[in-house]
């Protein structure tokens, strides 16, 4: 255990379907971020998130929606996405967004869009 | 552009020495991570280093030189538990962290 959760731990959804997916760390971080991370590919930072404020949207698609109601908490929500938006979502907290924080990563949400 | 190498696979023996390499090509640089990921679970952070030469945490090592743009993960004594895939990442000049493709490291009796 990270102290970092995230909720579900497997979706399956269609190309019409709106979900979200949920984080939460209990380590009172102040930095989140969203990550996607494809088989065999370096994992892709989406949105970084610091004291609430988003810093960074990593040209993402608008069919990935983040928000961030408290520094405990980061949702991702999905609609209208396609079969290559398949892959591990990872949500990470850092103490700080800045310089040398390690990152404590949740276990990710396995996506599958059918 | 930014980039991260590292090798797709490795295959060590139990009880033996491996040696996971990482080249890098970054605007500026404030350190280097190395993270573990066991299949299916959530990378966990092994080391950093930002200072040139060797730490050492156990049975794991880090290794660094700046001027080549090079790391290395050194694990010693090797377990079955090892068997995971290990992840470089580089913080570069706008602290963001560039990441490699992971290195699948499987361990054999």
């Known amino acids: 255990e990270t102290g970092v959760t995230q909720t579900p731990r497997h979706l399956v959804m269609g190309m019409t379907n709106k979900k979200s997916l949920k984080c939460e760390q209990h380590?009172?971080?102040?930095?989140m971020y969203w990550y996607k991370q494809s088989a065999k590919k370096p994992l892709e930072l989406m949105f970084v998130?610091?004291?609430?404020?988003?810093?960074e949207n990593n040209s993402v698609p608008s069919r990935f929606s983040p928000e961030c109601p408290n520094s405990s908490h980061l949702f991702l929500h999905l609609h209208t996405l396609q079969p290559e938006d398949s892959a591990l979502y990872l949500c990470?907290?850092?103490?700080?967004?800045?310089?040398?924080?390690?990152?404590?990563f949740g276990p990710g949400t396995r996506l599958t869009v059918t | 552009g930014q980039n991260i190498d590292q090798p797709t696979e490795m295959t060590a023996t139990e009880g033996a020495i491996v040696q996971i390499n990482c080249t890098y090509q970054?605007?500026?640089?404030?350190?280097l991570f190395w993270y573990q990921q066991h299949a299916g679970e959530a990378p966990t952070f092994l080391s950093y280093?930002?200072l040139d030469g060797l730490e050492e945490k156990g049975r794991f090592s880090s290794f660094l030189s700046r001027s080549k743009g090079y790391s290395y993960l050194l694990l010693k004594e090797l377990q079955m538990k090892d068997s995971a895939s290990y992840l470089c990442?580089?913080?570069?000049?706008?602290?963001?962290?560039?990441w490699g493709a992971g290195t699948k490291l499987i361990i054999k009796p």
């Open positions: 380590l009172g971080h102040n930095a």
């Open positions: 280093n930002v």
């Open positions: 990470a907290s850092s103490q700080g967004l800045a310089e040398t924080y390690e990152q404590y």
């Open positions: 970054t605007s500026g640089f404030n350190g």
């Open positions: 998130y610091n004291f609430k404020e988003q810093t």
């Open positions: 990442a580089v913080l570069d000049s706008n602290y963001q962290l560039i």
